[in-house]
């Protein structure tokens, strides 16, 4: 009888490291650590175990402090852990200092980031955008690799092949960057064009954090069919699609979500795809209202859209996901107001008060207010055509 062969790739076993520093709450940092350990997922990893540590700042040398180094050092031999991941980007020193205690796969955030996005990019465009960002990212850590070489005790004939080799591997890696920048200028001419053409009508850009239910909503506004699952960035590249309401066009682009600390790589690489929101007339900042730390997350796409020159467009906001609300146990934000007032209502009237124009509540996934949304993107189509 012939033997089975198990195929299935092993699961790699991680672990999470964070700091706490003195400008940070504990349940932020924790906080952070949950969005890493849903990275860790999505990239198809098992997380073990956390680690955090208190400090003023991110230990230079190591991230973190020595004995906490130490602890994390047993345990990953102890556990046979696959890999490391550290919650900031670290530099190459850190790095170098970090392997030299930990005998696994180190990995920071902005590394795991840009696994996920090579794991996800489908089109040319978006794959050459995640080559040239972990390209630039791998550049400065180049000398990491050859690490063992300086173990060698020096002499003649020993002070010239690492350096060759690490010179080598860099001018190789710069020839690299320059081809796909190359190859992604003519791909944003050509999209440039594109986008030309559609001048005469009104482009509507869904924009937020990734995970907020931005696929979603495109896919039920047009049966766009495209993927939307729950896990982060799910979408890499720009889904253009035309919509007819009430006698009323436009086109509707759904586009990458966005994430804090994201390497400044990829808002880099990723200017071209990014276009579609600089480009669009009205954007639909799309909220996960369930998610207990939104306004932070309100934060962070509002600092990329002024990373990226695009914060001065008109904004609806539209807080999705209301079937998964609960309010919370203490209502610090809103104790003026009557404890009668539905929670739903008092985070309106807030929003609406902070945006000084209407806000919408939805839920894309259970179709509730939908008509309203429609009703609303007719109106402000209408709208913008006047002042066009």
């Known amino acids: 009888?012939?033997?089975l062969i198990n195929t299935q790739k092993k699961q790699e076993r991680?672990?999470?490291?964070?700091?706490i520093t003195r400008n940070q709450k504990e349940e932020q940092a924790e906080e952070y650590l949950d969005e890493l350990s849903f990275l860790a997922l999505t990239a198809g990893a098992r997380v073990m175990k956390r680690f955090m540590q208190r400090l003023p700042y991110p230990n230079p040398r190591s991230y973190i402090g020595e004995g906490k180094l130490e602890e994390i050092a047993v345990f990953t031999k102890e556990n046979e852990i696959d890999m490391v991941i550290f919650d900031d980007e670290l530099s190459p020193s850190q790095i170098r200092n970090i392997e030299a205690k930990i005998n696994c796969k180190i990995l920071d955030r902005s590394n795991l980031i840009l696994d996920i996005f090579a794991t996800r990019a489908r089109t040319a465009q978006a794959k050459y955008q995640v080559e040239l960002a972990q390209a630039q990212y791998l550049?400065?850590?180049l000398t990491r690799m050859w690490t063992h070489l300086s173990k060698q005790k020096g002499g003649i004939g020993m002070k010239g092949p690492g350096e060759t080799e690490i010179e080598t591997d860099r001018r190789?890696?710069?020839?690299?960057?320059?081809?796909?920048e190359e190859r992604l200028e003519l791909i944003d001419k050509q999209s440039s064009t594109r986008r030309k053409q559609r001048d005469d009508k009104i482009r509507i850009a869904l924009v937020g954090y990734t995970n907020v239910g931005k696929s979603t909503i495109l896919n039920l506004l047009t049966k766009a069919g495209v993927l939307a699952e729950n896990k982060l960035f799910a979408t890499l590249d720009s889904t253009v699609r035309k919509v007819e309401f009430e006698n009323v066009h436009f086109l509707l682009t759904d586009t990458i979500g966005f994430i804090r600390k994201?390497?400044?790589?990829?808002?880099e690489c990723?200017?071209?795809t990014l276009d579609e929101i600089r480009d669009a007339d009205i954007l639909i900042h799309v909220v996960d209202v369930s998610h207990q730390g939104f306004e932070e997350q309100i934060e962070v796409v509002n600092k990329t859209l002024d990373e990226i020159q695009a914060r001065d467009k008109p904004v609806l906001m539209v807080f999705n996901k209301i079937d998964e609300l609960k309010e919370p146990a203490s209502d610090d934000v809103f104790f003026a107001q009557e404890q009668t007032v539905p929670?739903?209502?008092r985070l309106k009237n807030t929003w609406m008060a902070k945006e000084n124009a209407p806000v919408l509540f939805i839920s894309a996934e259970k179709k509730i207010n939908i008509d309203e949304l429609r009703k609303t993107l007719v109106e402000r189509v209408k709208a913008f055509k006047i002042r066009k």
């Open 172 to 180: 190789a890696l710069r020839n690299k960057i320059s081809k796909l």
């Open 262 to 267: 994201l390497p400044h790589q990829l808002i």
């Open 1 to 3: 009888m012939a033997k």
């Open 14 to 19: 991680a672990i999470l490291v964070g700091v």
């Open 343 to 345: 929670y739903m209502e």
């Open 139 to 141: 550049l400065p850590r």
């Open 270 to 272: 990723f200017k071209s």
